[in-house]
T-cell receptor, first 115, second 116 residues
Framework: EPEVTQTPSHQVTQMGQEVILRCVPI?????FYWYRQILGQKVEFLVS????????KSEIFDDQFSVERPDGSNFTLKIRSTKLEDSAMYFC?????????????FGPGTRLTVL | AQKITQTQPGMFVQEKEAVTLDCTYD???????LFWYKQPSSGEMIFLIY??????QNATEGRYSLNFQKARKSANLVISASQLGDSAMYFC?????????????FGKGTTLSVSS
């Protein structure tokens, strides 16, 4: 069964450093998303992406964040200068369509720890 | 604005018993989707079941069923015949069709503990 994959599973970085989180969405899916979950809290939407453009972004997704589809399979989230409060689990998700009734399938997550 | 409320921080159930996890939602949209995801201690988010706002029948997927009461804006997850492996955090989520896209809005989750 196709699945979303994410690398690395755990990343530790120093405050102020740049990190890139990588995702490979399900191959026939066209819509991609990033969410984050601070430890013990609910999952929060960051950004959605389609056709090489951001479709929607939340207030959390400020200028420190960027997304890119560098090739036909990868989808990346870059945090330019990490802060302590960026420590969280980051989930990539993908769906076939942009419909609100289409299921988003999540990857296993990348746990980011900022020291 | 859309909102999901899960009022049960934790639920406890014996193996083989059924359990209902509550979820209420608020939206002014006519077309929307309701989802349940399971998050085991390993952290991944596993899709369980989906209900569309226009679906007249309650969704079922194996041991999971969704008790959808549109007038009351509730979408409770029913797990029949609980198993030890069902112990996890469960999140209710909603999406709505809009021009820009479809971010999922999540509730705070319910921790389910299944004992033998």
């Amino acid at each position: 069964e196709p699945e979303v994959t994410q690398t690395p599973s755990h990343q530790v970085t120093q405050m102020g450093q740049e990190v890139i989180l990588r995702c490979v969405p399900i191959s026939n899916h066209l819509y991609f998303y990033w969410y984050r979950q601070i430890l013990g809290q609910k999952v929060e939407f960051l950004v959605s992406f389609y056709n090489n453009e951001i479709s929607e972004k939340s207030e959390i997704f400020d200028d420190q964040f960027s997304v890119e589809r560098p090739d036909g399979s990868n989808f990346t989230l870059k945090i330019r200068s990490t802060k302590l409060e960026d420590s969280a689990m980051y989930f990539c998700a993908s769906s076939r369509t942009f419909s609100g009734t289409d299921t988003q399938y999540f990857g296993p997550g990348t746990r980011l720890t900022v020291l | 604005a859309q909102k999901i409320t899960q009022t049960q921080p934790g639920m406890f159930v014996q193996e083989k018993e059924a359990v209902t996890l509550d979820c209420t939602y608020d939206t002014s949209d006519q077309s929307y989707g309701l989802f349940w995801y399971k998050q085991p201690s390993s952290g991944e988010m596993i899709f369980l079941i989906y209900q569309g706002s226009y679906d007249e029948q309650n969704a079922t997927e194996g041991r999971y069923s969704l008790n959808f009461q549109k007038a009351r804006k509730s979408a409770n997850l029913v797990i029949s015949a609980s198993q030890l492996g069902d112990s996890a955090m469960y999140f209710c989520a909603m999406s709505a069709e809009n021009q820009a896209g479809t971010a999922l809005i999540f509730g705070k989750g319910t921790t389910l503990s299944v004992s033998s």
